[in-house]
């Protein structure tokens, strides 16, 4: 691999590790033991058992004993808000410029100060032609009466709480009281078309014919499609959401010089064209697009035509108010 990392300064005596704290197998062992034979850093990785978790530990201890954190959009800008981040520097990182433009000045780091983008991703629906009578045109057609017991949906409140918002043409986000209870009542009406609530593999209840149509995360379609690729994928008319995981260090962290060389590795064209094909979600790296498999190039799930993408919005953090509300219908939801 070309890691571009000999131009870099040595690293300060005792920093031969770097911690990461994320989610258990998010980067595959081959490239971790890459980059350990290429700079003679031990990766020590700690799984994340959740964001809420995560942040916790966070703003408990400035992220001390972490070097990096790999997380969602939304609560790396929790983050950055409280001041708990520490700022890149970008003379250690050569391969950021081969970060693509679209993904970077987002919400969560809107001057490029501190995050790294990994991967990101659409949940998307995807459906079986063959035994779906209904046309599927996005979140509403999810609620035709012909798809009684047929959906497998992802068990993740904020996503299909704000699928249903979605569908009602309201913002994922909104914090409207009446909305959400609105919301919270259309979602019931879903209630005799779900066959499964499932977080974790979802996929394998569309590839088994147990069910034929689901909403699920990008790299669950894309499990769906490697297997049967009869199916059809539906970018929902009424916009997608939308999302990014990335990388930061930590305003603690103890091996900061570590924690770039982990990250310029991380944006070299070839690492971040395999953690793609890894992760099966969308790259963020606009060198890497030579070194990726047709077959990913050509994969619906991961490359979204631009002209169908629609309204895309990111999911962000939401006042208590709205989640304790939101936390109310989901549970009365998955009770009913």
Known sequence: LALALLALPALAEGTKTVNVLSWEGYVDEDTIQAFENETGIDVVWSPMDSIDDMLLKVTQSGGEGYDLILTSDYSLDILRQAGLLQELDKSLLPNYENLNPLYLNQYFDPDNQYAI????????????????????????????????????VMDDMRNVIGMTLKSMGYSLNTEDPEIIAQAGEKLLQLKPNIRALDGDTPHEKLISG???????????????????????????EEGMGYGIDAFFIPANAPHADAAHQFLNF???????????????????????????????????????????????EFMQDISAEATEQMNEIWNAFKQA
């Open 117 to 152: 983008p990994y991967v990101a991703g659409c949940p998307l629906i995807v459906y079986d032609p063959a035994k779906v009578t209904c046309e599927i045109t996005g979140y509403n057609s999810l609620w035709d009466p012909s798809l009684a017991d047929q959906l497998v």
């Open 266 to 312: 991380m944006c070299d064209p070839e690492v971040s064209a395999k953690a793609s094909v890894f992760t099966q979600y969308i790259n963020c790296n606009s060198a890497a697009t030579e070194y990726l498999p047709q077959e990913f190039l050509d994969n619906k799930a991961v490359n979204t035509p631009a002209d169908t993408l629609g309204e895309t």
């Open 210 to 236: 147990e069910c034929t149509i689901g909403y699920i995360f990008t790299s669950q379609v894309s499990a769906v499609l490697s297997e049967r690729p009869d199916f059809e994928v539906c970018y929902p």
